[in-house]
């Protein structure tokens, strides 16, 4: 096979004053603008791309287009890449992929010469036995794995995603598909035009006749006056229920792939027809090439494939690549014409080129082999709507049979004709498809509240009345009178497939996952009927009969980067996030907050806020606004305990119990107004438990009159806590008394704070200290933190971050929902039994705690080392003594900065819930430690004298 | 009593602004907000007159969204929002209404321009043709995968997309809408509101 760059062709796509220079495999070559990369390569003489997945036979050229076996080459970092597809860029370093130690020399093709014992199966039977063999197996296996190699450190590529809702999607820009789409939008709909290569048109693309050329531009011209949105490179990969279509463009301007999910009120298929290998003896050798191929080669890149040609032909299109061949100067050998009943038996020659073929037992010598054996319908999105395509013999393809009224098919893929024929084809099913969109659009827009009201009734169901397209007969050429490859992407030829028929795999589903075959890259585009050719002939029965494998996403391979698409990951930050930033935060991730950890030393911050006075930004604390007459019912509902007669002003804690008694949530509620009240949650638990107030309110108690509004990020929370807090707060406070008597501990205010109205000031806190919480609005959040932190650099003021709240908190014996609790805590383990009012009339948990009320449960003990320097790595388990029995564990420890010993939190079974009890604390290191429980939770402060003071 | 320090806006980073161009960015957080919730069908509703998934332009430049079945976000110059909220004190009383101030819970940002559903189309799977969401049309959706609330309001310029989120996804929602808007020229306008 010799080939090279032929004149300029009239229909060529090359850009031939811009040369464009490349590597391949280590070595300089050029081609033009507008070539591919095979193009190029073959312009240039190459005509070996790449070794087979398990012999390692030499391929070259077969289709010379996006569906190509034996042009995946590595291109940089990238691999698997599509010669046949991806366009030529200069600076490209191309190499072939999994051959050592050359393309041309490659070690691995001594596998071949075990060929025979490589049949299907060969893996699941040899490698099962011995078992314990299988590491060393996979270790060899592994360098045996087909594809190019990835780069881990390959930086991260955009990747981009949009959504949309075209009336009509057309997958195919062949001249039926085109006017489908230029019908369609001239009927008024939105239409979406796909096409899988990088210009419109299909195979007049690449077409010398004058009369398809000239057709080309009328339907180029049309498109380009009109509203149809055209994308070119792109497919449709999959269709969904309802017409939800994924789409993938690879030539988007600004992003190396872009995945369209498209909700198409109508999808109209016109993906063409794929040429359909042939089996026989050598038909993988390098020099055997599609019809298809020859006319792409020559006419759009103006590549010369060979010098003296055979071809096999059974239809109009290999008739035309003889044509084409004989114009550009390619001496034919031989016409072999199929419909005649004349076969190819076999390709001969070196490993790495044709020499000769051999039909009707002559020999005839050739360095390129072109052969039209039949077609492919490629019903791959019809299948994923629910068709079950049937094969028609007479013309040795698949048809559809009865798609849902919103998925049609145009073009080849419905039928043969004249180019006429084809066009109005299309044209009929672009009006059919815009009618059906009209109806369905108008279903959408009625039941949509925001959409444009509609007038009148929904348009009637259009009945498909397009004058069918006929079927041309044609040869049924699947297997000539020798065995051949037929997947050539994964090595798998029709010996494979008798074989694996004959050891009971005769079902075509059964089959393809025995051999492998369809299973590769060109995801059986161009295998499917072939395989099933193979089976049907080893049963004795027809391809109907047999039948084929469905169909499924995606239509052709996609990349893991246009899956994922964009990667949105919202980030939270309170108003306060700034300051943090410019003040040397430690920033920790908290679901999607970014909250302030610490600023360089807890321990410091804990003794700060013990000593002088400090803030921390609470903001993420879930806040609901309350508003109605019947928020005390709700609240007895939601708490386990009573809150019908809370004052105005005053603040209460609660805890919140599912359904089955487990401690769901807890926090203070306050009573702002007669009859407006907030509510604080956990801050993981924000918005979970705004579901569940809505949900009790929505599907339980509709006529209670309450509206909860989320109000977390409304507010920036901030507590001051510390001996100083007092003093602190009152400088930049007007108009609250803040004298203990006057606003005690758990009661509310509103107040003005650094000059902002509307605040609210809590006296709480979670350290233990004198802490007021002040609800600044959040759009005055920075002005009050700041103010506060200017007025109070006296008093030592500092900020102190979670940690720091976390150590002051296990200090005083605080537990937190979720970290000291668990999935199975009921209330009555958190040792707040007094706060469960089982004499209410009814509340959230309540049957499963009057039941755990008689029941010894677990409990949430305070417990300290007896060695006060050991820390227990949380979540360390309680033994009973040096047995590994297990009867708690620590739930929260910290070095206490205060006390000067480490503590910790723990949930113990009831028998060791007393205080003073002896634990064992089996150490992450596996070491054992003695512990105590101590007699309540507090380890600092236990009367709460600070807290009130 | 001091005065009130100026609004904070959720957005802090600096961005070169412009004053004008075919595709805009605003942000407009300070714009005053307010939620108004009542009885679905009652007065106060038909006093809201916006019915769920559409909006009305009130007196005084207010902005008045049925955002959900019983509940309205109501925006716009102080005045106009305080004078629509004020409208609904004569509700006979045993119609169960709330209006609060919603101004620093929610970000607020403008998007103008005829290629604004383009953009939007990359970070939001709502159909944004005329038809389905046509002036003054209002939905809620994700956007950049954070929950948002959605007005069209074109006024008499290109089409306009109000779009609320909350305050604290302001400064990444911000540059969602930047990094989308980045192939249509998108420009960042001066804050207003």
Redesign the interface.
Known sequence: MTMSRLGPQPTEVLDRSTKLRFRWNGKRFDGFEGDTIASALAAAGEHVFSRSMKYHRPRGILTADYWDPNLMVQVGDDPNVRAGNRLLEAGMDVRAQNVWPSLHRDIKAANSLFGRFLTAGFYYKTFMRPAWLWPTYERVLATFAPGGKIDLDTPHRYH??????PDVVVAGAGPAGIEAALAAAAAGA?VLLVEHEHAVGGHLRYSSSDSDQAVLAELRAALDASEVEVLTNSTVTGRYEDNWLGIVQRNH??AVERLI?A?AKVLVAAPGLIERPYVFSGNDRPGVITSGAARRLINLWGVKPGERAVVFTANSEGDAAAADLDRVGVEIAAIIDGREGKRVSSAQGSSRALGAVVAGGNRIEADLLVVAAGWTAPTSLLNMAGDRPVHDPATARFFPSDPPGNVLATGGLAGDGTLDELRAHGAATGRLAAQRAAAV?HR??AM?????PVDGDEPAWAPDERTPLGRDPHPELYRSDTHGMVDFSEDVGSKDLVAAAHEGYDSVELAKRYTTSTMGPSQGKLETVNTVAAIAEARGETIAQVGTTVWRPPYAPLTLGALAG?V????????I??WHEANGVSTIIAGQ?MRPDHYGDPAAEVRNVRTNVGLIDV??LGKL?L???DIPKLLNLLYTNKWSKLPVGKVRYGMMCAEDGVVLDDGVTGRLGEDHYLMTTTSSGAGGVWEWVENWLQTERPDW?V?V?P?????VSINVAGPKARELVGRVT?GVDLSPDAFPYMEVRLA?V????GCFMWRIGFTGELSFEIHA???????VWEALMDAGQDLGVGPFGLEGQRIMRLEKGHFIVGQDTDGLTLGPSTGLSPLIKLDKDDFAGMPELAWAADRSLPMIVAIQPDDPNVVPDEASQIVRGNTNEILGRITSARMSPTLGRSICLGQVEPELAAGGTKVTVLLTSGERVSATVMDHHAHFDPAGERLRG | MAESPAFESPVVRSYESSSGGPLMLTDASATTKWLVRAETGGAAADRMDAPFGSSRTAGGGAFVMGSRPGEWIVTGPADAVAEVVAGLDGVDSSEFVTALDWTHGRALFLVTGTDAPRMLEKVCSLDWSDAMTPNGAVASASVAKVTCDIARYDGDSAPTYMIFCDRSFGQYLFDALIDAGDEFGLAVGLPNG
């Open positions: 981009d995603k949009r959504y949309t809702h939105r301007p600004i999910k909700r659009a959408l827009q949509t509240a925001r959409a444009r964009r949105f990951e919202p980030v939270r930050v309170s108003s996030h700034p907050w903001t993420p606004d508003r109605g007459p009159k509206h509004t109000v977390t990020t409304a507010y007007e003005t650094a000059g902002v109205d609005p959040s759009g005055h959040g920075l002005h």
